[in-house]
């Protein structure tokens, strides 16, 4: 049984920075790609970044240039760096992991929530202006 459990977020001004975390468990955490995605009040799940297990990145265009996403393999975590925060990044962010997959991964793949297996609990982060 694979568990991710968020943390980091918080209430931030606008252009501050935060840094989110998620640690993973189970054997396969290695294996699989892992995403962020964010839910803000009245809208959908979107996509925020993902990262291949060949550690490759992909990104949304509202976040590209501003977020980064990393993994360590040994601590078996994913990490999100947030910087220049914006009031419209207001939202839960969750981390989430999919089946074990092949090396290399692609945009489409990481981009659809349906390809993930497992998810987070989420944690809100607030950027006020």
């Known amino acids: 049984q694979v568990e991710l459990v968020e943390s980091g977020g918080g209430l931030v001004q606008a252009g501050g920075s935060l840094r989110l975390s998620c640690a993973g468990s189970?054997?396969?955490?290695?294996?699989?790609?892992l995403g962020w995605f964010r839910q803000a009040p009245g809208k959908e799940r979107e996509f925020v970044a993902g990262?291949?297990?060949?550690?490759?990145?992909y990104y949304s265009d509202s976040v590209k240039g501003r977020f980064t996403i990393s993994r360590d393999k040994t601590k078996k975590t994913v990490s999100l760096q947030m910087n220049s925060l914006k009031p419209d990044d207001t939202a839960v962010y969750f981390c989430?992991?999919?089946?074990?997959?092949?090396?290399?991964?692609?945009?489409?793949?990481?981009?659809?929530?349906?390809?993930?297996?497992?998810w987070g609990q989420g944690t809100q982060v607030t950027v006020y202006s």
């Open positions: 989430a992991k999919t089946p074990r997959i092949a090396y290399f991964a692609s945009r489409e793949y990481l981009s659809d929530q349906k390809s993930y297996a497992a």
């Open positions: 189970g054997r396969t955490f290695n294996d699989a790609a």
């Open positions: 990262i291949e297990r060949s550690g490759g990145t």
